[in-house]
Nanobody, 125 residues
Framework: QAQLVESGGGSVQSGGSLRLSCLASGYTTLSSYCMGWFRQAPGKEREGVAVIESGGHTTYADSVKGRFTISRDNAENTLYLQMNNLEPEDTAMYYC??????????????????WGQGTQVTVSS
């Protein structure tokens, strides 16, 4: 059973930065699968933020391009999301997730089968 545990969320002011981490264990070797960060704000649907494929190719939502960076540490089996220049609109619960496959992944929620419990990010103006 794959397990994903997020950490690093918190409360910051607009313009601040946070780095989220996702430690993977069980049947999950980060370098073998597409890994993604998703977020869900109250009353809204869960949306894709960033994805990294097994080969290292990354995809970002337009709303975070240039501000967020997804990366992974294969030795530590940990996924990261560096978030800079945060805006109040970034306030949400952030989740990491693992897809079935290792390449050709998109930001679609339905492509991801294992999910963490989430970590809250709150940005105040």
């Amino acid at each position: 059973q794959a397990q994903l545990v997020e950490s690093g969320g918190g409360s910051v002011q607009s313009g601040g930065s946070l780095r989220l981490s996702c430690l993977a264990s069980g049947y999950t070797t980060l370098s073998s699968y597409c890994m993604g960060w998703f977020r869900q704000a109250p009353g809204k649907e869960r949306e894709g933020v960033a994805v990294i494929e097994s080969g290292g190719h990354t995809t970002y939502a337009d709303s975070v391009k240039g501000r967020f960076t997804i990366s992974r540490d294969n030795a530590e089996n940990t996924l990261y999301l560096q978030m800079n220049n945060l805006e109040p609109e970034d306030t949400a619960m952030y989740y990491c997730a693992r897809a079935w496959q290792g390449w050709g992944c998109t930001l679609m929620v339905t492509e991801y089968i294992y999910w963490g419990q989430g970590t809250q990010v709150t940005v105040s103006s």
